[in-house]
């Protein structure tokens, strides 16, 4: 049997805890985390900022995209 794998955060004091199998995979660094350090957040994760300029951008493009623009209406 292949022994547990453990979280890779990269800080001081190292944490030994087992990975977490479904969720413990971060999405934007690809490295696995234990429970406390599943979260980019919690791990400092290198590509946060990136991830959250480009959510921005998504948000951004689909709200301009919705934008409606209302009639002026003649005062009489």
């Known amino acids: 049997m292949p022994a547990k794998k453990r979280c890779q955060l990269q800080a001081e ?3 030994n805890s087992a990975v977490l199998r479904l ?7 690809r490295a696995e985390f234990c429970g406390a350090h599943r979260m980019p957040e919690h791990h400092n994760c290198q590509n ?3 991830c959250r300029q480009q959510a ?3 948000n951004k493009a689909k709200l301009e995209s ?3 623009v ?7």
């Open 13 to 15: 004091p190292r944490c």
């Open 23 to 29: 969720v413990g995979q971060c999405p934007h660094c």
């Open 48 to 50: 946060l900022e990136n």
């Open 56 to 58: 921005f951008e998504k």
């Open 66 to 68: 919705e934008r409606t």
């Open 70 to 76: 209302a009639s002026k209406m003649a005062m009489a």
